[in-house]
């Protein structure tokens, strides 16, 4: 495994190094040039310094290679790193929506990792404080790091009209990072009930065939901006209706053919109507026609026949006669 040092001790063990190698070359190579006979009667002294230079290496290595010793402790060879520590939220934001891997959170302190999968620049905010990001360029990222009590938050973008656009999600912080219980789903919608679902630029229905008589139309906007549910034969229109909103139309309706559509300009332009068809609560099935009957042709009484020749063939007038004399 490399070794993993220091700075300091990287330059200890490098100069240390540096000064053992030194001396070996120049006992090798320069002092013998200048004195043949090196190290001579000096040799004890040479003895001497050669071991101080060599233990002096030994206990460099040992002080400033100590080092290494700790980090392999710490990370055995083949080990992954460790998982960030809880606490950090990644959220995406686009047009016009912000979205996490949770909505629920443990009390203290919380780090907002934002990031810009859109194409125009946002940031993040939690209403209520004063905390926020900077502008997050398409692509970028920036943190957010807060210390939450237990409560209800919104984050949303602070960039004018978006959070009207839909760029706000509401949280929940609590004490003991519990999940809330779910809550049971809606009662299905009584008979009459149905469910428009409107989005940017279309209309939907579980089904465009419905009973003449009394319907409710539970309109509800899945789209990133304001829409409303009309009916174009009848005039009826809900309010506006903003993202994520719903509303309600009641009307009567007779029989025939109708159509839904947003009357927010240009949105019906762009495919925001569904047509659908209402029908007779009990429409009977046509009642089949008598068979007719064919009415043999009279027997003449006359007993004279004309019959007409020609080649090749016999036609009369008739070929049902009554008995008796007849006259061709």
Do not use: W
Not at 47 to 62: C, K, P, Q, R, S
Not at 88 to 97: I, P, R
Request: hydrophobic share 40%; charged share 15%.
């Amino acid at each position: 495994m490399p070794l993993a040092l220091s700075t300091g001790h990287e330059v200890g063990l490098g100069v240390t190094a540096a000064v053992f190698i030194g001396f070996a070359l120049a006992s090798s190579f320069l002092f013998p040039r200048f004195r043949p006979d090196y190290p001579g009667r000096g040799l004890l002294a040479f003895i001497v310094v050669a071991f101080v230079f060599f233990f002096g290496m030994l206990a460099a290595v040992e002080t400033f290679g100590a080092e290494s010793k700790k980090h392999e402790a710490v990370a055995a060879p083949g080990t992954t790193p460790a998982a960030p520590q809880g606490g950090a939220v990644a959220v995406d934001e686009t047009e016009f929506k912000i979205t996490t891997g949770t909505t629920t959170f443990k009390a203290g302190k919380i780090t907002f990792e934002a990031k810009n999968v859109g194409k125009i620049p946002h940031d993040l905010a939690i209403k209520g404080t004063s905390d926020k990001t900077k502008l997050i360029q398409p692509g970028a990222s920036a943190a957010l790091t807060v210390t939450l009590k237990a409560g209800k938050y919104e984050l949303y973008c602070t960039v004018p009209g978006h959070e009207a656009a839909g760029m706000r999600l509401n949280v929940t912080v609590s004490s003991t990072g519990q999940q809330p219980v779910a809550a049971p789903p809606p009662a299905a919608p009584q008979g009459g009930a149905v469910v428009v679902d409107e989005t940017e630029f279309k209309i939907t229905t579980a089904t465009t065939t419905l009973k003449a008589g009394k319907i409710t139309f539970e309109a509800k906007n899945v789209g990133k901006i304001p829409h409303d549910l009309a009916i174009k034969q009848t005039g009826d229109k809900t309010k506006l209706i903003q993202p994520g909103g719903s509303a309600k139309l009641t009307v009567t309706l007779k029989a025939g053919k109708y159509e839904l559509y947003c009357t927010v300009p240009g949105h019906e332009a762009a495919g925001m109507k569904l047509n659908i068809t209402v029908s007779s609560a009990a429409q009977q099935s046509a009642a089949a026609p008598k068979p007719t009957t064919t009415t043999a042709p009279a027997k003449p009484k006359a007993s004279k026949v004309a019959v007409s020749e020609t080649e090749f063939k016999t036609t009369p007038v008739s070929t049902s006669f009554k008995a008796g004399q007849i006259t061709f």
